[in-house]
């Protein structure tokens, strides 16, 4: 491992990493799902509630004109971290599903009519398929899948002969919470762009594993999550370029939102603020922008180079036992710290029970990707996801344990 990337001293920050699951040393494999939180923002999100708590905007005494610094400021740090232009292009949102929720029904329902087409990928996260689903029944668009090549990567040169004029939204994830592909979107951004249609990035499994710059991307939204980056539950953020902010409608309706109501109409307030309807989650606004400053101190290029090897290293052992059937693209080319897979003769879930018997913690499912294993024509897999705290002695175990699971199905060694 790179000596600058100090391992020891990132386990100690996480206290959850001292549990002992059914008396084994816990190895947490399921960071795609969601992680584990530093000290450092447990303790931002206290010190809020111990000395800042109030609402916010509204207020005119010293808690609230100290929690709405807080709250706007963490806007800025978060506009900072993504690349945006404009602290106003950010929305908070209680996770990456509310925020594209809110571009289906607050733009596309607006924008999209009979015949136009809606391009998304067969990997997507039920998040990025239902809701254009719903849109494409009550608009008459069209929904269009991009699917897969042999390696199990997205089909690039597809792509390229479905995009056209017709095509108003391209709507497609950055990683694979599956294969953990990481897609070529500026590619797709720009084929799409030459259309005239619009991209939304689905960026819940990389926004938290590796730099990402909406400026540079040129997406027109994006959304991710706290939780999967070392923040809290419960927040989220939608980005939404600064040329599109008068584009998009209001979602929600209520307090704050709003610049004047009178009995029978309103006018809403400018962006953000006409995205944010009600009591924001501060606390949670405050535990983000702590997430991002740690993952920052460490360095998203060395927390990628860091997903990389432990990924490389699991890949390169599991291949070469001839019972593991792994999803996905054995190469690390353009590929994530996720790794999903299939033991001969045995259900994802038996896979995921025995080794949660030796402490290890991992996924099993259909991730919410059925489309996705269907085309695969698997019913689930169990899934292994790292992150900042995972350790090469930990991929050692957890492989160590697989070569035991066809032992309890009387398969041999």
């Excluded at 816990?26 to 450092?40: E, N």
């Excluded at 494409?136 to 995009?163: F, P, S």
């Excluded at 997430?291 to 990389?308: P, V």
Aim: charge should be negative.
């Amino acid at each position: 491992m790179d000596n600058t990337f100090d391992i020891k001293q990132i386990r100690k920050d996480f206290p959850i990493l001292q549990t002992t699951a059914y008396g084994k040393p816990l190895i947490y494999l399921d960071s795609g799902a969601t992680t584990q939180k530093p000290v450092q923002v447990i303790k931002a999100m206290e010190r809020y509630y111990k000395e800042q708590n109030a609402n916010i905007h509204r207020g005119a005494h010293y808690l609230s004109i100290m929690a709405t610094e807080a709250h706007e400021t963490a806007r800025e740090r978060v506009a900072g971290f993504i690349g945006a232009s404009n602290s106003s292009s950010i929305i908070f949102t209680r996770n990456a599903t509310e925020g594209i929720n809110l571009i289906a029904y607050a733009w596309a329902m607006d924008h999209l009519k009979a015949g136009d087409e809606i391009i998304l990928t067969i990997a997507e996260h039920h998040s990025n398929i239902l809701p254009w689903q719903y849109v494409a029944q009550k608009t008459g668009a069209i929904l269009k899948y991009i699917y897969l090549t042999e390696n199990e990567r997205l089909d690039i040169d597809q792509y390229r002969k479905m995009i056209n004029s017709k095509v108003k939204l391209v709507t497609i994830q950055h990683m694979s919470n599956v294969l953990g592909i990481i897609n070529p979107v500026e590619e797709i951004i720009s084929l799409a762009h030459e259309k005239g249609a619009r991209v939304l990035v689905d960026g819940a499994q990389s926004v938290p594993h590796m730099p990402v710059d909406v400026s540079k991307l040129d997406c027109d939204f994006l959304v991710f999550s706290a939780h999967k980056m070392c923040g809290p539950m419960g927040i989220g953020v939608l980005y939404i370029k600064e040329n599109m902010l008068d584009q998009v409608n209001p979602f929600l309706f209520g307090g704050e939102m709003i610049a004047e109501v009178e009995e029978q109409s309103a006018t809403f307030a400018p962006a953000p603020l006409k995205f944010e309807a009600g009591t924001p989650n501060v606390g949670g606004t405050i535990g983000l922008v702590s997430a991002i400053d740690y993952l920052q101190s460490i360095g998203m290029d060395k927390i990628l180079e860091h997903e990389r090897q432990l990924t490389s290293f699991a890949i390169k052992k599991m291949s070469s036992l001839d019972f593991i059937k792994i999803h996905g693209p054995l190469n690390m080319e353009n590929r994530g710290g996720v790794i999903s897979f299939s033991v001969k003769g045995v259900h994802p879930h038996d896979v995921a029970t025995i080794l949660d018997q030796d402490g290890i913690a991992v996924r099993s499912g259909h991730h919410c990707a059925q489309p996705l294993m269907k085309y695969l024509d698997v019913p689930a897999t169990s899934r292994a996801s790292f992150y900042i705290y995972n350790t090469m002695e930990e991929v050692e175990i957890f492989i160590d344990r697989l070569k035991n699971i066809r032992k309890w199905f009387k398969y041999g060694s």
